[in-house]
Each structure stands twice: as C-alpha cells, then as structure tokens.
C-alpha cells in the first residue's frame, strides 16, 4: 500500500514570498490532515479535512495559509505572504476516517523563510 | 498548562538496554493513545495505539496507559542503534473536538 505523498520536500523561499504544498493521501482515506512542526515540537494540526469538507481549521493562520481539498483525494496548502516564524516541517497526514483512526504521515515539507 | 507534556531528553542508551519514555496528560476524556517514531528529516511512524487504560505488546514494545495517573509509557526492550529516533506520544478523544494532541518528543539514541 503507497503511502502519504508530499512535494516538494524541502523549499526555501524569502519572507513575502509565496509558496505551495501540495499532498496525496492514502487512496480510500477519507479524513486528510496538515500540520506544521516547527523544530524541537510536536506537530501542530493546521486543518482537517473530511473528504473536500473542513472539519478543522481553528489553528490555522487564515490571513496567510489557506488549504483546499479538490475532489476529497489531494490536498494543496498555500502560504501568502511568508514570515520568517513560517520555518518548519509541514506534514500531511490521512486516516481512514475521522479521529480515533489511527492516522498516517507523509514525509514532510521542510520550508525555510530566510 | 499544556494538554500533553512529554520530557524531550536527550535520551542516551547502551545497546541492549531496556527503555521507558513517558508522557503525562491533563485532560481525562482521552481514549486514544498513540506512539509515533520520528526518524530525523522524515514523517512520524505509528508504533503503537491503544484504546483505554491497559497493556499492549507488539515484539520489543509495550505501550502501557494509566487513566487514573493520566500517564502513558512504551517501553522499548532490547534496544537497538535502529531505534535511536525521536518517539512522540499523541492522544485524541470523541469528546475532545476529534482533535490530535501531541507531546514535544523524546529523543532517543542507542549507542552500539
């Protein structure tokens, strides 16, 4: 079974910039997550999507990320403008279904706002 | 005060050795526990999930949750330089908004 896809896996931008994420879930998961992980942290969930619904978006920046789910398969995050803070791991993970499925992660984004 | 506290370490073992990593929790409506291992510059891996006070087993792990301490373990058994990662615990509840919350990480190195 493939996994959690992401790309690209490691970006450097400069602050203002804009830049993308893009993620392909396990096929069949319904339940698509993103988080940031910001070094030496856990992860941080951004947004949950349920199929191309939002379940979850309370922690996310709205003034410059925004997250789509076309279809309820991949995922794209968006970050406009970038901050110098917006330095982390972005992950992407799915789940069969909502929590308490266990959830499944992909790679990772590592993004770097110089 | 946070939702999950785990204690980052650095954790530095002998190989063979018997380790515990641990987690404390403040919100008694988790149900759902979970380990996840971390290797450096890749995705978290689930190890372990457990639904509920008790044990569970699997090879050299045993992830061990205590509701009335509000305090999960994994225990890794016979340590090896492959396990040496960062070990993150996680936990969600059906009464807690579905939400995922994750501790810091421990990480861990096992010295050959």
């Known amino acids: 079974e493939a996994g959690v896809a992401q790309s690209p896996r490691y970006k450097i931008i400069e602050k203002r910039q804009s830049v993308a994420f893009w993620c392909n879930p396990i096929?069949?998961?319904?339940?698509l997550y993103w988080y940031q992980q910001i070094l030496g942290q856990g992860p941080k969930l951004l947004i949950q999507?349920?199929?191309?619904?939002?379940?979850?978006d309370s922690q996310l920046p709205k003034d410059r990320f925004s997250a789509e789910r076309l279809k309820g398969v991949d995922s794209t995050l968006k970050i406009q403008p970038a901050k110098l803070e917006d330095s982390a791991v972005y992950l992407c993970?799915?789940?069969?279904?909502?929590?308490?499925?266990?959830?499944?992660f992909g790679p990772g984004t590592r993004l770097t706002v110089t | 005060q946070k939702e999950v506290e785990q204690d980052p370490g650095p954790l530095s073992v002998p190989e063979g050795a018997i380790v515990s990593l641990n987690c404390t929790y403040s919100?008694?409506?988790?149900?759902?526990f979970m380990w996840y291992r971390q290797y450096s510059r890749k995705g978290p891996e689930l190890l372990m999930y457990?639904?509920?006070?008790g044990n569970k087993e699997d090879g050299r792990f045993t992830a061990q949750v205590d509701k009335s301490s509000k305090y999960i373990s994994l225990f890794i058994r016979d340590s090896q330089p492959s396990d040496s990662a960062t070990y993150l615990c996680?936990?969600?509840?059906?009464?807690?908004?579905?939400?995922?919350?994750f501790g810091t990480g421990t990480s861990l190195t096992v010295i050959p």
């Open positions: 993970a799915s789940s069969l279904a909502p929590p308490p499925y266990e959830q499944y």
């Open positions: 096929s069949g998961h319904a339940t």
């Open positions: 999507f349920q199929n191309n619904g939002v379940v979850d």
């Open positions: 919100n008694s409506a988790f149900q759902y």
């Open positions: 457990t639904y509920s006070s």
């Open positions: 996680a936990m969600t509840s059906t009464n807690t908004g579905n939400q995922f919350y």
